[in-house]
């Protein structure tokens, strides 16, 4: 599946130092998984010490990467 980064999430991830490795790694296999409004979803994984939580939606064939966050920073 084709996964589309937004402006705001590239934005995020460059301030976070988070990579689209770990974006992907949090999608592909999420720790927890939790459904948000309008059709979005949130991925939850450790990944390298770091909690991070990746907000995506899929459209068809496509997932757009909304936004990613580090908890607890």
Known sequence: ???????HARRQMKWRKISEDEVRA???DPAGLMDTIKGRKNA???VGGRSLK???KPEGEILTVITAVVKGE
Not at 1 to 7: E, G
């Open 1 to 7: 599946m084709k996964v589309f980064f937004s402006r």
């Open 26 to 28: 949090a999608i592909d």
């Open 44 to 46: 939850f994984k450790m």
């Open 54 to 56: 990746v907000t995506y």
